[in-house]
């Protein structure tokens, strides 16, 4: 059973920049599409970006490109989230999710990642 733990969050100002780390503890070969999902205090779950376990697709959500980017160590079974210029509406749990089914391409949508962390808190004070 694949499990994700996330990292990196906190309270900074408008501006500034964040990153966040989510590691799967085993085996690396048992996660394949990643994905970064927020969600802010009353609103719904909503998606970030999303990498493929090679790196060669990347997505971003409109308001984060340009903003925000999505990496990952398969060496290190360790996805990132490096989060620049920060604006108070970023404030939100972040979310690490995964796919442990290697014929998903990565998506957007939730029911693509069978496996969720815990989430982290990100809170940016303007």
């Known amino acids: 059973q694949v499990q994700l733990e996330e990292s990196g969050g906190g309270l900074v100002l408008a501006g500034a920049s964040l990153s966040l780390s989510c590691a799967a503890p085993g085996r690396a070969s048992t996660t394949y599409a990643m994905a970064w999902y927020r969600q802010a205090p009353g609103k719904e779950r909503e998606f970030v970006a999303t990498?493929?376990?090679?790196?060669?697709?990347?997505d971003y959500a409109d308001s984060v490109k340009g903003r925000f980017t999505i990496s990952r160590d398969n060496a290190k079974n360790t996805l990132y989230l490096q989060m620049n210029s920060l604006k108070p509406e970023d404030t939100a749990v972040y979310y690490c999710a995964a796919s442990t089914r290697v014929w998903v391409a990565p998506s957007r949508t939730r029911g693509t990642y069978d496996v969720w962390g815990q989430g982290t808190q990100v809170t940016v004070s303007s």
């Open positions: 990498i493929s376990r090679g790196g060669a697709t990347i």
